[in-house]
């Protein structure tokens, strides 16, 4: 049991790592641009907020876009780290974990369409 | 320009202690960005909620592969946490929160006493598993470089826990501030873990609870990029370097710092909940 769960850390980690430094490298790509330029690629307080908005920003480098689109994925990285961990367990066979997980995962999902519904 | 500068510098040291203690880094970053730099508290509130993702996913790097974080704690705690944040979500519109503010302050504030008590232990001695440890296989062990050897250690008051777990999702759901307090201390006075484990496995959790709700924040357009982004990098820097630095401090340390934390955190909560009415 102890090299299993040695091998779920490892992999979690590696996993995580991975997404938490690409997402820095974004949001500091994002940052450099707005230094160097001076500029936010937007009106004065204004800055995107939907999907699309980011995205369109995003390709024609517009700093606040690019940062934005690296704070998403910073967000993401956290229920990445659940998604992982289910398929870990389940690769260890680890049933009542896979449950668990499972279970956390669901909630999240679910409080986060209540916190959609409040706004 | 040059204030982006300062939110940075700023951010390292929450970073730095947010990862030290297992608490998010909202305590500093709030009041610093609504105090100093005149930050509109709802684009404070958005960054505070990056720097709790980011203190959590900057430290996981080196603790999971450090074995400081239960996975199987973190995960199992986790129920009583997102459950507790959807109930928080319910209770908002409900509940008075100015009292609250009080009543957590006042029993955090408590809670600190109770640790200060045991402000001159390191390691917890003589834990008896708790049968739903056993079941849950929560027992482990972790390398402890301050210590220079593997500490095994067993797990004690699940349910009790478990239960201070979803207190802390409720209230960070209706307050938005000190669950990970609350988890640390749920993890030191019920379950009897280690201060390190209890740290870096609250860190590991607090990120999951963040990362439920800032996407309402994200899409509301309640995180400012100008601010939120040197949050982001400042605090990812400092909890790298601050989940190096706790590893191989003494855990006695790391509680005599925590104390004081929570009584500033208790006296926030106090004081807001005042000056509510």
């Known amino acids: 049991m102890k090299r299993e769960d040695e091998s779920t850390e490892l992999w979690l980690a590696k996993l995580l790592k991975l997404g938490v430094l690409f997402s820095a490298a974004v949001i500091a790509l994002g940052v450099l641009l707005f230094l160097s330029t001076g500029r936010s690629g937007y009106a004065d307080g204004v800055f995107p907020t939907s999907p699309g908005e980011i995205w369109a920003g995003l390709l024609a480098l517009r700093p606040y876009a690019v940062m934005l689109a690296g704070l998403f994925l910073l967000i993401l990285t956290p229920i990445l780290r659940v998604g992982s961990s289910i398929l870990l367990f389940w690769r260890q066979g680890d049933r009542l974990y896979v449950a668990i997980t499972a279970l956390v995962f669901l909630i999240l999902i679910i409080s986060l369409f209540l916190g959609k519904a409040e706004s | ?277």
């Open chain 2, 1 to 277: 320009m040059a204030s982006v500068f300062f939110i940075f510098l700023i951010a390292i040291a929450a970073g730095f202690l947010g990862s030290l203690l297992g608490l998010g880094g909202g305590i500093i970053m709030t009041p610093a960005l609504t105090l100093l730099f005149h930050v509109d508290i709802r684009y404070a509130i958005g960054a505070s909620i990056i720097s709790v993702i980011a203190t959590s996913s900057g430290a996981a790097i080196t603790y999971l592969k450090d074995h400081l974080t239960n996975v199987r704690i973190g995960m199992f705690l986790e129920i009583g946490t997102t459950l507790g944040a959807i109930t928080g979500a319910f209770l908002s519109g409900l509940v008075d929160t100015r009292y609250l503010y009080l009543i957590f302050g006042m029993l955090m504030l408590y809670s600190a006493a109770m640790m200060l008590r045991k402000a001159g232990s390191d390691l917890p001695q003589d834990v008896v598993t708790h049968p739903a440890a056993e079941r849950l296989r929560l027992n482990s062990s972790y390398y402890d470089k301050g210590l220079g050897r593997e500490v095994p250690y067993r797990v004690a008051g699940v349910y009790g826990g478990l239960g201070m777990m979803y207190v802390a999702g409720t209230i960070s759901g209706l307050l938005g501030i000190g669950s990970g307090a609350f988890k640390v201390m749920g993890m030191d006075l019920f379950m009897k873990l280690p201060m390190k484990v209890s740290s870096a496995t609250s860190n590991f959790m607090i990120g999951v609870t963040a990362a439920a709700s800032a996407g309402v924040y994200f899409f509301r357009g309640d995180i400012n990029p100008g601010i939120a982004a040197p949050v982001a990098l400042g605090v990812l820097m400092g909890a790298v370097v601050g989940t190096r630095v706790m590893q191989r401090m003494k855990s006695r340390v790391i509680r005599i710092i925590f104390v004081p934390v929570l009584v500033v955190v208790s006296v926030q909560m106090i004081v807001k909940g005042v000056l509510m009415g």
